[in-house]
């Protein structure tokens, strides 16, 4: 799943924080590495002296992992998806920093866009799980994932990814507006649980545990919600396009990347193509 | 026992209880309760004016947009079912619901006190005023009440006919409710929609009281202390009591029937004795006035000069309209089983609009002509007492006292039906949606509306009656807007093509 991930990397990045973004790829099953920086015309510092991507590269390959450092220019999100996309990486990885409160409660501009962009799955690494550091010792098979899914056709590309994560517990989510009568709603209640079932089955041989939900809300909300109840380290989630109402708001994965504690694991959609 | 008859009637037990408070209050303490329902009325059209004037124009949108849409085809009913009642009986039906006490109270009088007293900005009494008074009329009585009653009646005949839920308006909420519309939350919904109805409908009352009474003032020159219209009241009560009780529903029908007849016989006779070139170049040229102008009068509040005017007029007959929706809403959801959203919308917002269109231009349109023509003066007497226009009008034709006593006749009959029907639908509101409905409920009811609109009467009138519309109806505005989102959830679930 991450065996070649892509980091992006923008000057002042501390090569201790990478070291630990590499030990948890580790963990996650990553072998290379390609730190990725984007030089964003008429940036103050373009131009400027790139030794401190070398410093970075050198953090990371104290992990273990197989690091390559390439440069770009352009509009930074659009240079990280296309590069990603080119280098033929398995996901891109992305730290939340926290440094800045403002940072907290609103994604930066081009983590949303390389959310809306990006054509391969996407890892916000967030609170959860936690870095070595914090006093935890990060493995694969202690993670409780939260699979948020849609049950569509498009839910049946993240399926794959989930299964790679393979921990202790995988919760499965389905949230769905409610049906306009008692006796629709009953009839979908039940299709979902078979459905849900079904999904659970597939998902058995690679956790300790599998549980399955439906809730009827906000998704953004109820996964949220739901993803601090059982204290997910990650959350699985398919990337839908925003439909036109609600692009003020913001669309329901970003809204959800927001607002996790835990990391976000996003799958673009099947058959789009955005960075090309 | 006791606990599953409260749950059971809840709905019922809160809102005949609040009705109960209102009368008993009324009748304690009549100045405290004019002073407390002109406070409320003030604060809500002080804030929220523009709130009326923005949402019955959506709900005109939103009904055109789902006519249109490809929502359209959709049947209120299941999807091989026929109409339960044929084109023709159907739109009669419609008429009936359209035609009521408000056309022959403001039919003449509004025109003519529009005339007289239009916005600052209009030179009173000006052909200018006139052209003003007439595009207003067609307005207020035009396909906005009807895109009002739509929503409601829309919502419940989908989700009762389509969906199989009860006909309450807090079925209509089971997409966002779900099992809470049998809860707190959805006897709220229906409790505001029984307070609305028994105040539109007491307005109504009362209205129709009023102008009785001035039309047996005007003819048998009866004494127009209020106790009059109060026995006004009282008679037509065990009149309309004994209809609702005894469910003589085959002798309503034949009522509405030869009301019909009554009212489209009097439209008529006006028109051939009046001047017909006249009266119809009106209606031309006021049907193209609204058409051109209709976005501009939706969302007209004149705030720069004339927002009184707006207030007491527009606000008032939106919240009118609103007020009376679950009633007539109920009524044209029964009658429209097994038609097509398209039908149902396009047919509703257009025959019985035409039919007020041509009612408005006859008889205002009459007035205007004898006013601004002859110099008739029955203007002043609509601004002195509205209920008394009518009479003033129809002094001005051969067989006066005949035509007035057709009116009078029209007024009794419709006083009758309206409030039979309406004793019938809140029994209905407050049986969880069921037609049979027990006797004690309809007494209950059929006290309630004409004690409230003899309450009303007696704290302020007219004036009152049309602060408590306004009052009751701003709640139910509010459940309309989550009717749309509900009606909007429910449709787009539906599998079209």
């Not at chain 1, 131009?47 to 970075?56: E, I, K, R, V, Y």
């Not at chain 1, 390389?114 to 054509?119: E, I, V």
């Not at chain 2, 002798?251 to 009554?262: A, D, H, R, T």
Request: charged share 15%; hydrophobic share 50%.
């Amino acid at each position: 799943m991450f065996e070649k991930t892509l980091i992006p990397v923008a000057y002042g990045e501390r090569p201790e924080e990478v070291r630990k973004a590499g030990t948890i790829l580790k963990t996650l099953g990553a072998n290379s590495v390609c730190l990725y920086h984007v030089n964003e015309p008429g940036s103050f510092f373009r131009g400027a002296d790139l030794s401190w991507l070398t410093l970075l590269s050198e953090a990371l390959e104290e992990t273990g992992l197989v690091v390559e450092v390439k440069t770009g220019e352009g509009h930074i999100a659009s240079a990280i998806a296309e590069t990603a996309l080119l280098e033929g990486v398995d996901g891109i990885y992305m730290k939340a920093k926290r440094r800045w409160h403002i940072e907290t409660m609103l994604l930066g501009s081009v983590s949303r866009d390389l959310l809306r962009l990006a054509d391969v799955p996407v890892f916000v690494h967030k609170v959860r799980p936690r870095l070595p550091d914090d006093g935890a010792d990060p493995a694969q098979s202690d993670l409780n994932v939260l699979y948020a899914t849609d049950l569509d056709e498009a839910s049946a590309r993240t399926l794959p990814y989930v299964m790679e994560f393979a921990g202790a517990w995988c919760h499965v989510l389905h949230v769905r507006g409610r049906m306009a009568d008692p006796l629709a709603e009953r009839v979908r209640r039940e299709a979902v649980e078979r459905e849900l079932g079904t999904v659970a089955e597939e998902l058995r041989p690679y956790f300790g545990r599998v549980t399955v939900e439906q809730q009827i809300g906000d998704p953004a909300a109820q996964v949220l919600y739901v993803s601090d109840q059982i204290e997910a380290d990650v959350v699985v989630l398919g990337r839908k396009s925003a439909a036109f109402l609600s692009a003020p708001m913001g669309y329901t994965a970003e809204r959800i990347v927001t607002g996790s504690r835990a990391s976000i694991f996003l799958v673009p959609q099947p058959g789009r193509r955005n960075a090309s | 026992m006791l606990r599953e008859y409260l749950r059971r009637e809840g709905v019922f037990l809160l809102s005949a209880g609040i009705i109960l408070f209102f009368i008993g209050f009324g009748v304690a303490r009549p100045d405290l309760l004019d002073s407390a329902s002109s406070a409320v009325h003030a604060a809500i059209l002080d804030n929220f004016s523009w709130l009326y004037l923005i949402s019955v124009f959506f709900f005109l949108a939103f009904a055109l947009g789902l006519a249109l849409s490809r929502y359209g085809t959709i049947k209120l009913g299941y999807d091989a079912e026929r109409p339960q009642y044929g084109f023709f009986g159907w739109i009669a039906m419609l008429f009936a619901a359209g035609m009521g006490i408000g056309l022959l109270f403001w039919g003449v009088s509004e025109p003519l006190v529009h005339f007289l007293q239009p916005p600052p900005f209009i030179d009173a009494a000006s052909p200018d005023a006139a052209s003003f008074a007439m595009r207003y009329a067609f307005f207020h009585w035009g396909i906005h009440p009807w895109a009002i009653y739509t929503i409601v009646s829309l919502s419940i005949a989908y989700f009762s006919f389509r969906r199989g839920m009860p006909a309450l308006i807090s079925s209509c909420f089971y997409p966002v409710l779900g099992e809470r519309i049998y809860g707190a939350a959805g006897k709220t919904v229906d409790v505001l929609a029984v307070f609305a109805t028994v105040f539109g409908t007491a307005t109504s009352l009362g209205f129709g009281a009023l102008q009785i009474h001035s039309g047996l003032t005007h003819l048998y020159g009866l004494s127009s202390a209020i106790s009059v219209t109060i026995g006004i009241i009282l008679i037509a009560t065990a009149l309309f009591m004994a209809s609702a009780i005894i469910g003589v529903e085959k002798g309503v029908q034949v009522l509405s029937k030869f009301n019909i007849v009554l009212a489209t016989v009097l439209l008529f006779l006006v028109l051939a004795l009046g001047s017909p070139p006249y009266v119809l170049n009106v209606f031309a040229s006021t049907l193209g006035g609204y058409i051109n102008n209709i976005i501009d009068l939706s969302l007209q509040s004149y705030p720069f000069a004339g927002f009184e005017w707006s207030r007491d007029w527009t606000v008032f007959y939106w919240a009118w309209w609103i007020s009376w929706s679950p009633f007539v809403g109920l009524f044209i959801a029964r009658i429209s089983r097994g038609r097509t959203i398209r039908e149902f919308v396009l047919t509703v917002l257009t025959v019985p609009t035409l039919f007020t269109f041509v009612w408005f231009t006859i008889f205002g349109g009459s007035a205007l002509h004898l006013e601004l023509e002859e110099g008739a003066g029955i203007a002043a007497v609509a601004g002195e007492d509205v209920s008394l226009a009518l009479f003033a009008f129809l002094e001005h034709y051969p067989f006066a006292g005949i035509l007035s006593l057709a009116a009078i006749l029209l007024l009794i009959v419709f006083f009758i039906t309206s409030a039979d029907s309406a004793t019938v639908v809140l029994g209905s509101l407050t049986s969880g949606g069921g037609l049979v409905v027990p006797n004690y409920k309809k007494v209950v009811w059929g006290l309630s509306l004409s004690a409230v609109a003899i309450v009303l009467l007696l704290t302020g009138g007219l004036d009152a009656l049309q602060v408590m519309a306004i009052t009751a109806a701003f709640p139910f505005m509010l459940v309309m807007i989550g009717l749309c989102y509900t009606l909007a959830i429910g449709l787009s679930q539906e599998k079209v093509q």
